[in-house]
């Protein structure tokens, strides 16, 4: 299986801050990445697919880069609603795994 | 709009068994694949079953294979999943998630449901 490690595990930062969160695969997924956001008590949602590609609906604020084993997501400037856990899935491989996820909290 | 629907969890004994459903609405479900994706509290997000659009494919991640089937029924755009021979480890939230591109199966998921919980123990 390509193991996926997300870092750091929990970010605490002020509103308006530029944050960023990274996650490494085990081996090279090339682009095959996506990014989730997980509000507290509520099912995942599709924030970025393809490594850069940002889904239908979701804020520019948010971005995502890299490629094979390491990638990026950046939030451009925080808002209180961007309070979440964060979760990165590599679909290169036929059983997806996905990344331990970041808790971002507002200072 | 989408939506995912799942039911059927609760709290059984290890050894148990329980069937999760889903029912979808809001797109043509048989021409999607579709997957069952746990979490265990304070743990990550983990892949357990995944089932083609005609219901011919099926998968199942180690940590199951052989105690939990996959199945659907497209007339009813209905997934289910079929759980047996349950472990504390079991113990999770099970959502049930539709993958974006309709030619994958093997890909990044577009739409989840609420999430049905699921608890082993006696």
């Known amino acids: 299986d390509v193991q996926m490690t997300q870092s750091p595990s929990t970010l605490s930062a002020s509103v308006g801050d530029r944050v960023t969160i990274t996650c490494r695969a085990s081996?090279?997924?090339?682009?095959?990445l996506a990014w989730y956001q997980q509000k507290p008590g509520k099912a995942p949602n599709l924030l970025i697919y393809?490594?850069?590609t940002l889904e239908s609906g979701v804020p520019s604020r948010f971005s995502g880069s890299g490629s094979g084993t390491e990638f990026t997501l950046t939030i451009s400037s925080l808002q209180p609603d961007d309070v979440a856990t964060y979760h990165c899935?590599?679909?290169?491989?036929?059983?997806?795994?996905f990344g331990q996820g970041t808790k971002v909290e507002i200072k | 709009e989408v939506q995912l629907v799942e039911s059927g969890g609760g709290l059984v004994q290890p050894g148990g068994s329980l069937r999760l459903s889903c029912s979808a609405s809001?797109?043509?479900?048989?021409?999607?694949?579709m997957h069952w994706v746990r979490q265990a509290p304070g743990q990550r997000l983990e892949y357990v079953s995944a089932?083609?659009?005609?219901?011919?494919?099926?998968y199942h991640a180690e940590s199951v294979k052989g105690r939990f089937s996959i199945s659907r029924d497209n007339s009813k755009s209905t997934l289910y999943l079929q759980m047996s021979s349950l472990k504390p480890e079991d113990t999770a939230v099970y959502y049930c998630?539709?993958?974006?591109?309709?030619?994958?199966?093997?890909?990044?998921?577009?739409?989840w449901g609420q999430g049905t919980l699921v608890t082993v123990s006696s």
């Open positions: 809001g797109f043509t479900f048989s021409s999607y694949g």
């Open positions: 393809q490594a850069s």
């Open positions: 089932i083609s659009g005609k219901g011919t494919s099926t």
């Open positions: 899935q590599q679909y290169n491989t036929y059983l997806s795994t």
């Open positions: 081996q090279s997924v090339s682009s095959w």
């Open positions: 998630v539709k993958v974006k591109d309709s030619t994958q199966l093997w890909t990044y998921f577009d739409s």
